[in-house]
């Protein structure tokens, strides 16, 4: 099975990062950086959409009738020209699904941290989460996945190379105080509003950025 971060460091993740650098007009390394945190991240809000049986079983319908892995064939296509309006829109909805309200949080953690604007983040999202999506869906057609407690394993197993401070970060933005909720609370933590544990997450990001 592959990881994440082995997509990323294939000759397929190269191209992806310099699309993703060129749509966005943002340097590759800079572009490299974010998308090795953003794709994580989307992927760990995935599993923990897939821990109810109804999370899962969206995300299965999801994968069988669109994101079945042929948008990784063609990334030179997709790239060329400038991507297409219908997977952006595709992006922001799978995005929106996730992270609901927190979206922009997490996009202002994201930009304050790499220092790049939080509307390239935002674009960078965009193309990441149906890239992310066909990934899931090309391993989950690979390894038969045909229930839920498969698919969380198979997502599990996806993040498993994550560096220490990946895991922390995904852990720590996906539930900040442990109660299930999803990106519970990003803005008072991210944002240094201080209400929640907010010491960790920034000493995470930036740790992750080496700042």
Same mark, same amino acid.
């Given at each position: =099975?592959?990881?994440?971060?082995?997509?990323?460091?294939?000759?397929?993740?190269?191209?992806?990062?310099?699309?993703?650098? /060129?749509?966005?007009?943002?340097? #590759?390394? &800079? $572009?490299?950086?974010?998308?090795?945190?953003?794709?994580?991240?989307?992927?760990?809000?995935?599993?923990?959409?897939?821990? $109810?049986?109804?999370?899962?079983?969206?995300?299965?319908? %999801?994968?069988?009738n669109k994101h079945?892995?042929? @948008?990784?064939? +063609?990334?030179?296509?997709?790239?060329?020209?400038?991507?297409? #309006?219908?997977? $952006?829109?595709?992006? %922001?909805?799978?995005?929106?699904?996730?992270?609901? /309200? &927190?979206? /922009?949080?997490? #996009?202002?953690?994201?930009?304050q941290k790499s220092?790049?604007?939080?509307?390239?983040? %935002?674009?960078?999202?965009?193309?990441? %989460?149906? @890239?992310?999506?066909?990934?899931?869906?090309? #391993?989950?057609?690979?390894?038969?996945?045909?229930?839920?407690?498969?698919?969380?394993?198979?997502?599990?197993? =996806?993040?498993? /190379?994550?560096?220490?401070?990946?895991?922390?970060?995904? $852990?720590?933005?996906?539930?900040? +105080?442990?109660?299930?909720? @999803?990106?519970? +609370?990003?803005?008072?933590?991210? =944002?240094?509003?201080?209400?929640? &544990?907010?010491?960790?997450?920034?000493?995470?990001?930036?740790?992750?950025?080496?700042?």
């Amino acid at each position: =099975m592959s990881g994440l971060l082995d997509l990323l460091n294939s000759p397929m993740g190269k191209q992806l990062i310099s699309g993703v650098a /060129g749509q966005t007009g943002q340097p #590759e390394n &800079k $572009t490299g950086d974010v998308l090795s945190m953003a794709m994580p991240l989307i992927l760990g809000a995935m599993k923990k959409n897939v821990s $109810t049986p109804q999370g899962a079983q969206g995300l299965m319908g %999801a994968l069988s009738n669109k994101h079945d892995g042929s @948008i990784l064939n +063609d990334l030179g296509g997709l790239f060329g020209g400038g991507v297409d #309006e219908a997977v $952006t829109n595709d992006g %922001a909805g799978i995005l929106g699904h996730l992270f609901g /309200g &927190k979206q /922009g949080n997490v #996009e202002n953690a994201l930009s304050q941290k790499s220092g790049m604007d939080a509307g390239s983040i %935002a674009n960078i999202l965009k193309i990441a %989460a149906p @890239i992310v999506m066909g990934f899931i869906g090309k #391993e989950t057609r690979q390894n038969n996945v045909q229930d839920a407690s498969a698919m969380n394993g198979l997502l599990g197993g =996806m993040l498993g /190379g994550q560096p220490q401070q990946n895991q922390s970060l995904i $852990t720590t933005l996906l539930d900040a +105080d442990g109660d299930g909720s @999803i990106l519970d +609370d990003v803005a008072g933590m991210v =944002m240094g509003g201080g209400q929640k &544990k907010s010491g960790g997450l920034g000493g995470l990001l930036g740790g992750l950025f080496g700042k």
